[in-house]
């Protein structure tokens, strides 16, 4: 089944076209790496898919974008996070709570998750990031690469069919990329879905295939 299907997609802000009468499949299962030069379009591509824009995003958009075969502008917010989870550029952007903990529980909390299974998940993430000694860490007090993982860990702790990330390894050490690329590897061969963003090609290894934006 495809997960993501872009058609004629152009995305403009003000007179300026970021993307013109772009179309892209993402099947479910497929980890897919957009490569292109800076500028090309490739996060404006990641924000229509999660239904950023228009609206929250300023922009004027034509073109339809499918997720599971329904419009995105459709899904409700609770529709959207069960389907999909992106991960920003700058991890500030997405943090906002007083703890990692509280980081991790409060999407679970929004998406009405049994209390047990909410302090399963978190321990998990915590171990699977390698920041259980941070649980309650004010993420403000942290390196961009430990801010990172906190995003990251917030979102897989939702279980998203999708994933779209958008360099979200850039600030981490080798040791933790290796160590999420693994984990990516993983949820993609258990059938979710990834649309990827990699300045150094650092997941190239674990991509289905590559698609270049010019």
């Known amino acids: 089944m495809t997960a993501i299907e872009v058609k004629n997609l152009t995305v403009s802000y003000g007179e300026y076209d970021v993307l013109q009468d772009f179309s892209l499949k ?3 299962g497929e980890a897919v790496l957009l ?4 500028g ?3 996060s404006t591509l990641l924000h229509t898919i999660c239904g950023l ?4 995003v300023e922009a004027e958009c034509s073109g339809e974008v499918l997720v599971f075969g329904k419009p995105v502008k459709s899904l409700s917010a609770q529709e959207r996070a069960g389907s999909l989870g992106i991960v920003f550029q700058n991890p500030d952007t997405q ?4 703890t990692i903990e509280d980081e991790i529980a409060f999407g679970l909390e929004n998406l009405c998750v049994p209390r047990d299974e909410m302090a399963a998940r ?3 993430m915590l171990k699977l990031t390698n920041m259980e000694n941070l649980r309650f860490a004010s993420p403000s ?7 990172q993982r906190v995003v990251l860990a917030a979102v897989m702790a939702l279980d998203p069919k999708v994933l779209l990330l958008d360099e979200a390894i850039s600030q981490l050490d080798s040791r933790g990329k290796e160590s999420l690329k693994e984990q990516f590897a993983l949820l993609r061969d258990k059938g979710h879905s990834m649309l990827m963003v990699d300045h150094d090609d650092e997941l190239a290894s674990i991509a289905s295939r590559i698609v270049e934006i010019k």
């Open 141 to 147: 007090k942290l390196s961009g690469g430990q801010k």
């Open 95 to 98: 943090l906002f709570c007083d």
């Open 40 to 42: 090309c379009g490739k």
């Open 26 to 28: 993402v099947e479910t």
């Open 53 to 56: 824009l228009p609206g929250v």
């Open 35 to 38: 490569r292109g030069p800076s």
């Open 122 to 124: 978190i321990d998990e």
